[in-house]
């Protein structure tokens, strides 16, 4: 648990439920992000100032160490929200409780 007295306002399947639909949030978002490419222009000027076709540079990701950073942050979220499962069947409350 993230705080002891979690546990008299919220029931344990929302918590879970909270864990697991942010760490997708992350998880999704990291990905997206990581997988953004910038193409750069491959024209060049030549001595005349003559602007020259040229091979195209490599892509560059301008948002990859964000994505990761959230990924890896997801990757937190999903190991806290199985935690949180074992913590509730180490109490000996059903999984899928109807409120």
Known sequence: MLHPGLDLCVSHNRIV???FFA???FLVAGLCLSSV???QGGA???GNG????GPP???SHPYLSLGL???GFGLVLVGATFYQTLVGEKKGEPLLVKD
């Open 17 to 19: 439920a909270m864990y």
């Open 23 to 25: 760490s997708l949030t």
């Open 37 to 39: 490419i910038q193409q």
């Open 44 to 46: 060049f000027q030549d």
């Open 50 to 53: 003559i602007w020259v076709p």
């Open 57 to 59: 540079p490599p892509p």
């Open 69 to 71: 950073n959230l990924y």
